[in-house]
């Protein structure tokens, strides 16, 4: 069991930035080293969608095209951490973000089916 922590959440006006950091402190580093990470978003009303994905050993990441550009996502496996990092921010990327792992990847970051969440960190950013 991966148990996943975000942090890093909060209120930013437009044009800012933050940075969201998921920890997996139940695990070994060298377990985590072995996961595929992926950030997800939800805004209300809205079903959730893929934000950001990066491979075990960080050698690829994809990205959803609206953050594209803005947004980066990193894997620290000897902090057992992923980070994203979000500029440039718009009121549109207001949501709760998720954060999600899986030891199975099938080779598409996006559609790979994440077996671990956590339990989500609200961003909002103001106009």
Not at 37 to 59: C, D, L, N, Y
Request: glycine share 10%; aromatic share 12%.
């Amino acid at each position: 069991q991966v148990q996943l922590v975000e942090s890093g959440g909060g209120l930013v006006q437009a044009g800012g930035s933050l940075r969201l950091s998921c920890a997996a402190p139940s695990v070994s580093g060298r377990t985590f080293s072995m996961h595929i990470m992926g950030w997800f978003r939800q805004a209300p009303g809205k079903e959730r969608e893929f934000v950001a994905g990066i491979t075990s050993s960080s050698s690829s990441t994809k990205y959803a095209d609206s953050v594209k550009g803005r947004f980066t996502i990193s894997k620290d496996n000897a902090k057992n951490t992923v980070y994203l990092q979000m500029n440039s921010l718009k009121p549109e990327d207001t949501a709760v973000y998720y954060c999600a792992a899986t030891a199975n990847y099938y080779g598409d970051l996006r559609t790979t089916q994440y077996d671990y969440w956590g339990q989500g960190t609200q961003v909002t950013v103001s106009s």
